[in-house]
């Protein structure tokens, strides 16, 4: 069964870069997993920030951007704000027309 | 815009089956694959399967393969997913969600407990 990893938690500082990433336990993520990634605070559904790798949803600041780096996709916060912290998913089609999400990170902004 | 929909919070005895709706409007709702997504009590997100409202075709993600229908009624935009053969761990908030032309999840629904105790 395909698992999808992800940190557990990551801090960055108010004004840092941070990057999460988005890999497989086994091979490596490529576009064709058409990797997406979802911010979330607690009791919301979850809101899409990035999809097809690197394409920002609508209305999301050009201070999340999304690329494949070495074996992973990655997600990269420029500048990072105090509301940015939240929990952070990203999921990946794995084939035969199923998706799986990772475990989820959180961020914390201090 | 487009909006779903979703039913009311729930609360069954174990052994019993749930069957949550999720209303769609603001688009033409044959033209995109509905998913379901559920997150249990502090938990992350757990993909549950798809169903494309055109066909009906389905695919199940294979935790839940055998305990999961997903059906809609096309006269009314509306996707259900049921759930049978509940157990205290399907205690979880349920999540219908849009898959847009970028094969993300581009719309969500508002979420619906579903509470498993006896």
Redesign the interface.
């Known amino acids: 069964q395909t698992v999808v990893t992800q940190e557990p938690s990551f801090s960055v500082s108010p004004g840092g870069t941070v990057t999460l990433t988005c890999g497989l336990s086994s091979g490596s993520v490529s576009t064709s997993f058409y990797p997406s990634w979802y911010q979330q605070t607690p009791g919301q559904a979850p809101r899409t920030l990035m999809y097809s790798t690197n394409a920002r949803s609508s209305g999301v600041p050009d201070r999340f951007s999304g690329s494949i780096l070495g074996n992973k996709a990655a997600l990269t916060i420029t500048g990072a704000q105090a509301d940015d912290e939240s929990d952070y998913y990203c999921v990946l089609y794995v084939g035969s027309g199923n998706w799986v999400f990772g475990g989820g990170t959180k961020l914390t902004v201090l | 815009q487009v909006q779903l929909v979703q039913s009311g919070a729930e609360v069954m005895k174990p052994g019993a089956s749930v069957k949550v709706s999720c209303k769609s409007s603001g688009y033409t709702f044959t033209g995109n694959y509905m ?1 379901w ?1 559920r997150q249990a009590p502090g938990q ?4 549950m399967g ?1 169903i494309h409202p055109d066909s009906g075709t389905t ?1 199940y ?2 935790n839940f393969q055998g305990r999961i229908t997903m059906t809609r009624d096309t006269s009314i935009s509306t996707a259900y997913m049921e759930l049978s053969r509940l157990r205290s761990d399907d205690t979880a908030v349920y ?1 219908c ?1 849009r898959i ?1 032309s ?5 719309y ?4 619906t407990l579903v509470t498993v105790s006896s």
């Open positions: 998913h997504v992350g997100l757990e993909w798809r695919n993600a294979q999540y969600a847009g970028g094969w993300a999840f581009d969500w629904g508002q979420g």
